[in-house]
């Protein structure tokens, strides 16, 4: 069933629904693959940073793909020439290249066999091939592959993938290949718990109780997937549909009851794929994203309701999708202390055991981010645990884990900012997701633990242990 995005997306209301933040220095980050990370190893090291940044190029273009596709261009050779003169390992041809080859590492040159220009390339190039197939409908990221092989005349022409012995091969075998360079954050929960309705690339918009004159309680009531029109919308649980239709603020919108009094609902779509009545699974798609209803921009809003009352939908997913992504009631009080300082400034030297405080010399109160992990510890161990003040010093007080790591334990960061040490920190919430203290000029937010900002910096979960 299709419902055409034909409602014109209003400016945002004081209602209690969710909006998305869009652009600014303040504001929430607009689209980047913050879903899409790379799994730690399985690509040479001179091809992480250079995939990992041109994955910002668009959305469809993941770097899982960029990694699959070099994988079936070149195999990571860099002095690669194919007998039709294609050179380097995304195999441009001189024509090509002429039209899409950048100097990303800024030596001055442009050079197909370098990895950072070859990939930044690629990705410019295939970003602009599923601009000129997105009119041919059907799956867009199939027939942009397609014509980085065949060629976009001969795609655009026959709109279709060509059976010429080799690009209908072509395209599943590096859509096959993805899973082994997708990052474990980000595949979907295999346990029977509930999944992310989410399962692509996303941005991170308003979060669960931030606060906010948009929303007529003050607080935003769910969470926001931030997500381009016509993005697969899956259901998060088992259930039974209980509305599919116009939701007034909330544009088109579906709710699924799944027992127990847990709601679960997703607003602001774009076309319907289930009926009132209808039973659903887990990971089945109900919808594709939209800007319907009264938004600021294109997402997804996701609202969990628990006997009528709204809770975080990060937190549910996370202790729901099974033992081996459950909280403890330790690190359930830990991330609720840190979730309650969410939208307190970045204050480098602020923040104490108690709550947020000025540096010295400011009148600024907020925290730092190894102040915001130290105060969380401290304050839902009702004094217990106290970890050290600075993020290097809280890596060697922490424990090394095997496995993905658990609600509650710390991720730290190399960014280079000191050399050599662990100096950034936040708490893993599940899912994907930690709360942390950014930097100077942000506040406490909620992120993907590989998001863009830190994406190409080492990272490492460890564990509090008393």
Not at 362 to 368: K, Y
Not at 377 to 383: E, H, I, L, S
Request: net charge neutral; aromatic share 10%.
């Amino acid at each position: 069933m299709k419902v055409l995005a034909g409602v014109v997306a209003f400016c945002a209301l004081a209602i209690g629904f969710a909006a998305v933040v869009l652009g600014g220095p303040e504001q929430q980050p607009a689209l980047v693959n913050y879903g899409q990370g790379l799994r730690p190893g399985s690509v040479p090291a001179e091809f992480v940073g250079p995939i990992l940044a041109a994955a910002q190029t668009c959305p469809e273009v993941t770097a899982p793909l960029l990694a699959a596709q070099i994988e079936a261009e070149s195999n990571f050779k860099v002095d690669v020439v194919s007998n039709r003169g294609a050179v380097g390992p995304a195999q441009f041809m001189p024509g090509t290249w002429v039209m899409y080859g950048v100097d990303a590492n800024g030596d001055g040159k442009k050079d197909p066999r370098d990895p950072a220009d070859a990939v930044a390339a690629q990705a410019r190039y295939m970003c602009r091939l599923v601009d000129l197939v997105r009119p041919l409908g059907g799956v867009t990221i199939d027939f942009a592959l397609a014509a980085y092989n065949a060629g976009e005349g001969r795609i655009l022409g026959c709109k279709c993938i060509p059976r010429n012995g080799q690009t209908e091969f072509y395209v599943p075998k590096i859509k096959a290949a993805m899973a082994k360079y997708t990052s474990a954050d980000d595949v979907t929960a295999a346990s029977g718990g509930w999944i992310k309705p989410i399962a692509s690339a996303y941005g991170v918009g308003a979060v669960f109780h931030q606060a906010g004159r948009l929303w007529s309680l003050g607080w935003h009531t769910g969470y926001d997937y931030v997500v381009p029109i016509g993005t697969d919308i899956l259901a998060t649980y088992n259930g039974t549909v209980t509305s599919a239709s116009w939701g007034g603020a909330y544009g088109w919108h579906i709710v699924i009851d799944h027992g127990s009094g847990i709601q679960s609902t997703y607003s602001h779509l774009s076309e319907l794929g289930v009926h009132t009545g209808d039973k659903v699974q887990t990971g089945q798609r109900i919808a594709r994203s939209g800007n319907t209803g009264n938004t600021t921009g294109p997402h997804l809003h996701f609202e969990i309701k628990v006997n009528g009352s709204f809770v975080d939908p990060v937190s549910w997913l996370a202790s729901h999708a099974g033992t081996a992504d459950s909280p403890t009631d330790a690190a359930a009080a830990v991330i609720d202390a840190a979730r309650k300082q969410l939208g307190v400034p970045y204050v480098f030297g602020g923040g104490s055991l108690t709550g947020p405080s000025p540096a010295v010399g400011s009148g600024l109160a907020g925290f730092d981010c190894s102040s915001l992990t130290r105060y969380a510890w401290y304050t839902a161990t009702a004094g217990d645990i106290e970890l050290p003040r600075v993020a290097d010093d809280q890596y060697g007080a922490t424990q090394p884990i095997t496995g993905a790591p658990l609600p509650g334990d710390l991720i730290f960061y190399k960014t280079g900012r000191l050399s050599g040490r662990w100096d950034h920190v936040g708490i893993y919430l599940g899912a994907g997701q930690m709360i942390h203290a950014p930097r100077p000029g942000k506040h406490v937010e909620i992120v993907a633990v590989g998001h863009g900002y830190y994406q190409t910096t080492p990272h490492e979960a460890r564990r509090v242990t008393k």
